[in-house]
Nanobody, 124 residues
């Protein structure tokens, strides 16, 4: 059973940066891709960034493109999301997820396992 645990969320000021971490355990050898999503109150879950394990190719959502970086440390089974120039509209619960299907997707519905989420609040 794959388990994901996020950390690194919190309260930051507009313009600041933060790094989220996601530790993955159990059954990691079958993971094809890893991704970050976020969900603000009353809104749909939004794709933020994704990484394909086979070649480290990355994808980003339009709302964070240019100010976010997804990366992983395969030896620590940990995925990271570094965000800078944070804005109040970035306030949301951030989730990490993994996909065992061999076709990368930005759709939340295809991801098999999810973390519990970590709250990020950006104050103005």
């Amino acid at each position: 059973q794959v388990q994901l645990v996020e950390s690194g969320g919190g309260l930051v000021q507009t313009g600041e940066s933060l790094r989220l971490s996601c530790v993955v355990s159990g059954g990691t050898s079958n993971i094809y891709a890893m991704a970050w999503f976020r969900q603000a109150p009353g809104k749909a879950r939004e794709f933020i960034a994704g990484l394909r394990n086979s070649d480290n190719n990355t994808w980003y959502g339009d709302s964070v493109k240019g100010r976010s970086t997804i990366s992983r440390d395969k030896f620590k089974n940990t995925m990271y999301l570094h965000m800078h120039s944070l804005q109040p509209e970035d306030t949301a619960v951030y989730y990490c997820a993994v996909d065992r299907n061999p076709l990368f997707s930005k759709a939340a519905s295809v991801y098999d396992y999810w973390g519990q989420g970590t709250q990020v609040t950006v104050s103005s």
